[in-house]
């Protein structure tokens, strides 16, 4: 089952710089979530396992991934370089999610332009 992301629930990305996001006037300095209208930071230690095949700790099903939308939008990094293991792939396809990932600038143009219905992950770095 999916839901989607309240109209009252939305957020306003005021920047992006390398190793830095701002939403809603607060930056971070780490890799978000937007969970529902709500951002959370990304817990990637369960992924942390996956380092050493993809040279870089991936994005993978270990952790807390916010499934209930219909669209998550993955920001793979300034230079897109998060890798995005097939197991997300498929677990979006099986839970008729459509899953979108690119760098992360382009994904806050695709959440600024509509985010009903969207989750996101986003990587703030490389």
């Not at 390398?18 to 817990?43: A, E, M, P």
């Not at 230690?45 to 095949?53: C, D, H, I, L």
Request: hydrophobic share 35%; with cysteine; charged share 30%.
């Amino acid at each position: 089952m999916t839901a989607d992301v309240p109209d009252d629930r939305t957020v306003r990305f005021d920047g992006f710089t390398f190793g830095s996001i701002t939403i809603d006037g607060r930056t971070y300095t780490h890799d978000v979530v937007i969970d529902g209208g709500r951002v959370r930071k990304r817990h990637k230690q369960p992924s942390k396992a996956y380092r050493g095949t993809y040279g870089h700790t991936p994005l993978s099903a270990d952790e807390d991934i916010p499934w209930d939308c219909r669209r998550l939008i993955v920001g793979t990094g300034a230079a897109g370089s998060l890798p995005v293991m097939d197991q997300i792939r498929e677990e979006a396809s099986r839970r008729d999610v459509e899953l979108i990932t690119v760098p992360t600038r382009d994904a806050i143009e695709a959440l600024g332009a509509d985010q009903r219905g969207a989750n996101a992950i986003l990587h703030v770095t490389c």
